[in-house]
């Protein structure tokens, strides 16, 4: 039993919440899947094996007993069996890994349109250069430091064994300094996501599989949960799932109508006006906002038209306004009558 409680980490009279616990993380640190080191496999099945014989104990102090004698005569770490690594997962209901969330930022195009987009998750795995083991071999054998090459440490409970150099003295390894002996390293790794066409700011997709590796079953890990966030674009608003824009326009294109083009996210529409006012102008299109769930409509598009006036006008066009404005003055009764009136009234009656 002594054996199994130093390689989890803990003392007697320890819960099973606590061991439990500690194997929890101490596995995730040697499981096969995760540590390609040569020895861990065999690691992983020591600890299971001493998970296994303490929460055995702390269910049947009989049994803890029994345990404790057949390890002192030796006979208790017998050869690993096909059945010392993690049991099967069973159904959906058992446990999985923690899930992971993350933001995904989109911009107008991207969330309208759908499609696919590469995203980078930052996962630990074990480190390249020690493969796992959190040490490096040295050169030549180094005195240990904390024991000062006696192997052993003074503590509260009198001398004990030297933990890092196992009571030799010297050291013939150290901790790995690209992964500050903690045998692990931060990888990237790229995922094609699948988008919905119409996604909206606040939606969640799921991706199933991708969230945290489950400490025991490496078949079951947590998912991966993506917060849309759209990025503010210079043009476009949204309502909901209608589509929200301002096009300027040249004040004689909305006097005398015709066709002009209407920048979309899904790509530019062109839209036929009527010949009406010259003043500011509200168009909306059913069907032509953001698309919707599967039998749902899509939202609206909204165009504001904000006309411009010309500030000033070269000779060549000059000449053409000038015929304009003298066919205006012939009809002025017809399309100006406010000015036709104001003329009429302080102008022509002059002595």
Not at 260 to 279: F, K
Request: aromatic residues 4%.
């Amino acid at each position: 039993m002594r054996k199994a409680y130093e390689l989890l980490g803990l003392a007697p009279g320890v819960t099973p919440a606590d061991i439990k616990r500690a194997f929890r993380r101490l596995a995730m640190h040697w499981h096969p899947d995760r540590n390609p080191a040569p020895a861990a496999a065999e690691h992983f099945r020591a600890l299971r094996q001493a998970h296994d014989r303490l929460l055995t104990a702390c269910a049947s102090p009989d049994a803890g007993t029994t345990a404790e004698t057949m390890q002192e005569d030796g006979h208790a770490d017998g050869p690993a069996s096909a059945h010392d690594g993690p049991p099967p997962p069973g159904d959906d209901a058992g446990p999985r890994g923690a899930d992971r969330f993350m933001e995904l930022d989109l911009s107008f195009e991207e969330a309208f349109r759908g499609g696919s987009k590469q995203i980078c998750l930052h996962q630990p795995a074990a480190c390249t250069h020690c493969t796992g083991t959190g040490e490096t071999r040295l050169a030549v054998t180094r005195l240990c430091e904390p024991c000062r090459g006696s192997g052993r440490i003074r503590s509260n409970k009198g001398l004990q064994r030297c933990t890092a150099c196992e009571g030799r003295g010297y050291r013939n390894t150290e901790p790995c300094r690209a992964c500050e002996g903690s045998g692990r390293q931060t990888q990237e790794r790229w995922l094609a996501v699948s988008l919905p066409a119409g996604l909206s700011n606040g939606d969640s997709l799921r991706l199933a599989g991708e969230g945290e590796p489950h400490p025991e079953y490496a078949d079951r890990p947590g998912d991966l949960h993506l917060r849309i966030r759209l990025i503010p674009h210079p043009l476009y608003t949204r309502s909901g799932r209608d589509l929200l824009m301002q096009r300027p326009i040249s004040a004689l294109r909305l006097l005398i109508g015709g066709t002009v083009r209407i920048p979309h996210p899904g790509g530019c529409r062109d839209l036929t006006l009527d010949a009406g006012s010259a003043s500011s102008r509200r168009v909306i299109l059913e069907g032509e906002g953001f698309p919707a769930r599967p039998g749902r409509a899509a939202g609206k598009l909204v165009i504001d038209f904000v006309p411009l006036m010309m500030t000033q006008a070269d000779d060549g066009l000059r000449v053409h306004l000038e015929a304009l404005e003298a066919e205006l003055q012939r009809r002025l009764s017809h399309c100006l009558p406010e000015l036709d009136a104001w003329e009429a009234q302080w102008l022509r009656d002059v002595q």
